[in-house]
Each structure stands twice: as C-alpha cells, then as structure tokens.
C-alpha cells in the first residue's frame, strides 16, 4: 500500500520543484545557510505537489482506465483503494502546510496558493480552453516565489517572467504530444482537447517559443542583471537555451515525443547534458563574479 501511495505521487515529477532553488542561486546565496531552507521548501513542495497528483488520480480515475498509458496507475487499477489516496493526500497537505509555517508566513501563504490553485485545477480550471495551460504555467511561477520568500529574498521579475513563459511552452508541448498521440481518442481520454487544434498548438508554441527565448535574452543583458551580478558574460548562457528549445521541439515534432517534460529530461541524454551545461556555466558565471 505505501509502495503504491509513493507511485501515484510521481517521484519523477518532482523534478518541477527545483524551480523552488531559482530564488536561491540567482540571490547568490547557494553556498549559505539559506541553501538548508531552501532545500526544506523542496522537501515541502514534493509532498505537497505529490498530494495533489493522488487528489487528481482520484477524480480521473475512471478515465485513466480507459487510457493505455494511465490505466496501471495504482488507483486506476485498483491497487491503492480511493479512500486511502484521499487520507494519504490530505496527510500530506497537512503536514506540508504545517511545516511551512515554520519556515516563514509569506512560503505558507504561497503554499497555500499553489495547493488551492492546483485542486482547482483538478477540478475544474483543466476543463476551461487556454486557462488550464496558464494555470500549469502558475503551478511553476509559485514555486519559483516560494523559494524565494522562504529565503527572505526578492526576485527579478525578468525570471518570473522566463518561468510562466517556459511553463507554457512545455505544458502547450504536452497538449500537443496527447493530441497527436491519441488522435481520434484524445478528446476522450482529455476532454479539453477537444477544444484545442494541431495548427492552433503550434501557433501557440510559436509565439511561446519566440518569447521565451527573447525574454531571456533581455534578460541576461539588463543593465539591472549586470548590475547584480557584476558582469557582462551571462548572454553566454544563451546558446544552452537555444538548444534545449530547439531539442525539445525536435522530440515533440521529429521523434512524437514529450507527453512527460520530467521524464523526458531524464531519459534524452542530449537534453540532460545541455541542461547541466547551462546550470554549470550560469553558475559558473554568477558565482566566479562575486568571488571576483
């Protein structure tokens, strides 16, 4: 039973969580005790972010039978009993909450946000066309503030702004992906598909894809970034960017890949590879800065 409450909280999916660490290596503050906190804001959002996938396997459990790829998820197939999963959800939502208020008033409030956010998405805000994707988009930017309101630290809105834009791309990507891939089942393994279209998702990642890349650009090149870091090198990092963009968009178009971004980053060693690159040398970068 604890084996199948851990599956359905998707320990691959955490990996979204490490946006909680944006705030922390951009406030240079990675080699501080603040890194402790920050780590516990982690801690924090696996298991809060694990709730809410078994909440969402609850609902969808009748049409995940019907899918393929989800109906040997525990509670799909019957392993992990509803009412276990809920128990388990609301154990963990609670203890989550509970340890957040001891880190700090303003992570709590932003826990909460993401928890309610995301239960509504559950259950209902994942039926509205363009909304449910904007609020997937959300789900990243509260992590992102919640890792830097734990450490008392403000951040650039250039890098909410690169979060909510990314978020997008990816979750537009996944749309895509379970469009093509189930075709004439798609609406009725995902409802909201139904709304959506191939030419009108790819006109979308389009305008996505070219923000993104631009917002960050700019945002490396700010006279408020260079300000704060104290040098002109972090438009280096850009061609990782570029990369991982146009890898990804390979994946999904060339290679009919990309209904999981998580798993996909894990199991594509080229984006493995650039992703690291790209963190080293922002580090790199920032970091050999301010020892400078």
Not at 201 to 213: G, K, R
Request: charged share 15%; with cysteine.
């Amino acid at each position: 039973m604890l084996v199948a409450i851990v599956v359905s909280m998707r320990p691959r999916q955490w990996l979204k969580n490490l946006f909680v660490f944006a705030g922390l290596i951009f406030a240079q503050r990675l080699f501080t005790g603040a890194a402790w906190t920050a780590l516990a804001a982690f801690a924090i959002f696996c298991g809060l972010s694990g709730a809410i996938y078994l909440v969402n396997d609850v609902a969808d459990r009748e049409r995940d039978r019907l899918d393929p790829r989800k109906r040997t998820r525990p509670i799909a197939a019957g392993r992990l009993p509803v009412g276990v999963a809920v128990a388990a959800a609301g154990v963990l939502v609670a203890g989550g909450l509970g340890l957040a208020a001891l880190l700090s008033r303003a992570f709590l409030i932003t826990a909460v946000a993401y928890v309610v956010l995301l239960i509504a998405y559950s259950a209902w805000l994942k039926h509205i066309v363009i909304v449910d994707v904007i609020v997937v988009a959300g789900g990243f930017v509260l992590r992102a503030v919640a890792g830097a309101v734990v450490i008392d630290v403000e951040m650039s809105g250039w890098l909410l702004i690169c979060t909510i834009l990314l978020a997008l791309f990816l979750a537009l990507g996944k749309r895509r992906y379970e469009y093509v891939a189930l075709d004439q089942d798609a609406a009725r393994h995902r409802p909201i598909l139904a709304e959506y279209s191939p030419a009108l998702l790819d006109q979308m990642i389009a305008v996505v894809t070219a923000s993104t890349v631009t917002a960050y650009a700019l945002y490396t090149m700010s006279p408020e970034t260079v300000a704060k870091f104290h040098t002109h090198l972090l438009p280096a990092t850009l061609p990782f960017v570029l990369y991982g963009i146009f890898r990804y968009l390979y994946l999904l178009y060339q290679r009919r890949l990309g209904g999981n971004p998580s798993e996909l980053l894990l199991s594509d060693r080229a984006l493995l590879i650039n992703t690291v690159c790209w963190i080293c040398a922002v580090l790199l970068i920032i970091y050999g800065a301010r020892l400078e």
